[in-house]
């Protein structure tokens, strides 16, 4: 599932962080952190692991993302590695790979890849290309949202950035491990939140909504891992 969760952040934090990253001197080559499939074909920059703009621009954003309740219902968090920032320009671009499946977030904690995020820091129509380009058993999906917004989708599809030939493209990337591993089930357990929500804002049958909420947290019982 590939899902767009509308502004993350608020416009004004948004352009306050595009300014900070356009503004700080930590950018790196973006090869510092793949492994030799990715690093074939990434060609991008990426703020440095130790950058203290990284951490404190990352904290804000796990904040507002736990915070943000269709996130959380379609994520169903558990983890969520620190985020990082990218950016393109003068033709970068990151051609079709896969992500690691798992990945280390401290010296004894690892993360498996469930969902892959990415949040918009700039305009659309302020630079050409730059895609994401999600390939899924539906066929290849291009995303391109506007700034403060994010798109969360499984970590398994192959994906691309496509090149960015004017203007720069800022983001911020990182991954979640789902407290339910399976895409079906969490896909399940998501339409079930959205309906139940929508039955009890449209003042349905009090019993009813009940059932399907108790049905809701069985099957997140069965399927949970904490
Ligand atoms: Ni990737």
């Not at 407290?179 to 896909?187: E, G, L, P, S």
């Amino acid at each position: 599932m590939l899902l767009h969760i509308p502004r993350v952040l608020l416009p004004q934090e948004t352009t306050t962080f595009r300014q900070a990253l356009e503004q700080s001197s930590d950018w790196v080559d973006g090869r510092e952190t793949v492994g030799a499939q990715g690093a074939q074909v990434k060609q991008n920059q990426q703020l440095a692991e130790s950058s203290a703009l990284r951490e404190q621009l990352g904290q804000r954003i796990q904040q507002a993302l736990l915070a943000n309740p269709l996130f959380f219902a379609a994520a169903l968090p558990l983890r969520i590695l620190p985020p990082r920032f990218n950016r393109y320009q003068g033709g970068e671009t990151y051609g079709m790979h896969i992500d690691g499946a798992v990945m280390r977030m401290d010296s004894n904690q690892h993360l498996r890849s469930d969902l892959s995020c990415t949040l918009f820091f700039n305009d659309p129509d302020s630079y050409d290309g730059g895609e994401l380009v999600v390939a899924d058993t539906y066929g290849e999906h291009e995303v391109k949202l506007p700034a403060g917004d994010l798109i969360l989708y499984p970590s398994s599809s192959l994906h691309e950035v496509r090149p960015v030939s004017k203007g720069a493209r800022l983001a911020s990337f990182f991954w979640v491990q789902s407290m339910v591993r399976n895409d079906a089930n969490r896909r399940t357990l998501f339409e079930m939140d959205t309906a139940i929500t929508t039955l009890t804002q449209s003042g349905a049958d009090r019993d009813a909504i009940l059932k399907l909420t108790g049905v809701y947290h069985n099957l997140l019982r069965q399927w949970a891992e904490t």
